[in-house]
């Protein structure tokens, strides 16, 4: 241990990275080809930080490596960013501006305009500047994602979105209704789990936290029902109860699910570091025709993907209870939740629908019901008409 020094930790994780930086120098300026793709991500000490890989082929397989992490300066902007990116090629991947500009054959990244704007971002600055037989190209994976995203345009999914947005700020922060949330749900034998916030940033960012909703439906509908009428008043506790008593909502929510983890698979996939646009082409139209069998064939909506969907329109979910209930006033039978608690309305709570021949909020009968579930399964399939 006498040659141990405080620092000798560092020199030696320096060492490695001494010998990794020369093995990738000496493949990079050895490849006849190269493309790279590069990310800017933001530190917790809120700095601006690039990450830049190459990718060559060497025996028919294609070898990805981290070319260089630099941190961005000047704001990120094209100037800079394209400075960045010339200086690692040079520097770490050991080529002259020649090489460069002979062997750079493709640039990948995310949507974001500082990298792909088309009369002056990287992309287009690499082009014209360093590399005139580059491609540019926008990741598979941020489109599929940015697809997805254009849902949020749609009124039923706006409707679900606004849900889990107002549902995700009304436990945020607020531990004392969280803990009375996991005591109800202690109540009603279920998990209790936080729901989860949609970060528009992440992949498909609307599944999980639709999924956890879908798993503590109950729970969340008995808050919100009794939260209504705690004083001072909270309005958003009415605003979610209405939301979450939407039997329309609710068949939506179950209804979209396949189609969120279909295109998750798919942009799981595109992200693997071995696939070639051959393989995500084929990938994305095994999706395609993956969606178009749930939803537009003679089969759709009886998948074992729709399982959550065919519960509750059976009323045999198990977490998601319905039932009818005989309402003597008006001679007929409602859609009521099964709350198994006391509440004011009893032992249930009504679902709530918009009747699409007065446009006015009313109690579920089974000819709204049935209405309903056609409804929802024609707006959904008419997203791929």
Known sequence: MKHWTEGAGWEMGESLLNVVQAKTKDIVSAAPYFSISCDEVTTVDNQSWISIHVYTIFDWERVPMLLSLERVIDNGSVKSISKIIFGALAKQGGLTPQQIRDRFMAFGADGASVLQGKKNGVTNRLQVSHAPHMQGMHCVAHRSNLAVQCLSDLEMVSRIETLLATMHRYFNKFPKRHLELQ?????????????????????????????????????????????????????????????????????????????????????????????????????????????????????????????????????????IRLRWHPDVNDCVEHLVFEAHLSTSAGSHLNATCIDPQTSMRTFVTKELFDITISGVKADVTGLFL
């Open 183 to 319: 005591k109800l749900a202690e109540l009603l034998e279920t998990k209790g789990k936080k729901i989860l916030q949609n970060v528009k940033t992440r992949w498909i960012s609307m599944l999980s936290p639709l999924k956890r909703v879908l798993s503590e439906y109950r729970t969340f509908l008995v808050k919100m029902y009794s939260d209504q009428f705690v004083k001072p008043v909270i309005p958003a506790a009415k605003v979610n109860y209405e939301l979450l008593a939407d039997i329309r909502c609710l068949l939506t929510m179950a209804a979209v699910v396949p189609l969120l983890e279909a295109v998750k698979a798919l942009v799981v996939f595109a992200q693997s570091s071995s696939v070639y646009v051959c393989d995500f082409t084929r990938a994305l139209n095994l999706c395609i025709q993956d969606v178009h069998d749930l939803y537009c064939s003679e089969k759709a909506f009886t998948s074992d993907a729709f399982a959550c969907f065919i519960r509750i329109s059976e009323l045999s979910h198990d977490s």
